[in-house]
């Protein structure tokens, strides 16, 4: 089992900033994937951003350029740094973790962007 607590949401003005961390514990192997979902009222959850253990990251291209994923693998966190924040970022963004074919999900932080 695998345990995720995120810290960071809240309410900023668009072309703001916000940093997302998640960090694991529990049975915790090397070979992992860590990541951020979001979803937005009415739309189904996507893909922001993920990172694996050896470095490998992926972007939705709404994000490109403007959100970094990055972790720390000592301390079995991941980081979003969103910046140049638009108010169609707003949605609840969630930690996402996935091991030996096993997917474990935070409970989710708000992230609201005012235009």
């Known amino acids: 089992q695998v345990q995720l607590v995120e810290s960071g949401g809240g309410l900023v003005q668009a072309g703001g900033s916000l940093r997302l961390s998640c960090t694991a514990s529990g049975i915790i192997f090397s070979i992992n994937v860590m990541g951020w979902y979001r979803q937005a009222p009415g739309k189904q959850r996507e893909l922001v951003a993920a990172m694996h253990s050896g470095g490998d990251t992926n972007y939705v291209d709404s994000v490109k350029g403007r959100f970094t994923i990055s972790r720390d693998n000592f301390k079995n966190t991941v980081y979003l740094q969103m910046n140049s924040l638009v108010p169609e970022d707003t949605a609840v963004y969630y930690c996402?973790?996935?091991?030996?074919?096993?997917?474990?999900w935070g409970q989710g932080t708000q992230v609201t962007v005012s235009s």
């Open positions: 996402y973790y996935f091991q030996r074919s096993t997917a474990y």
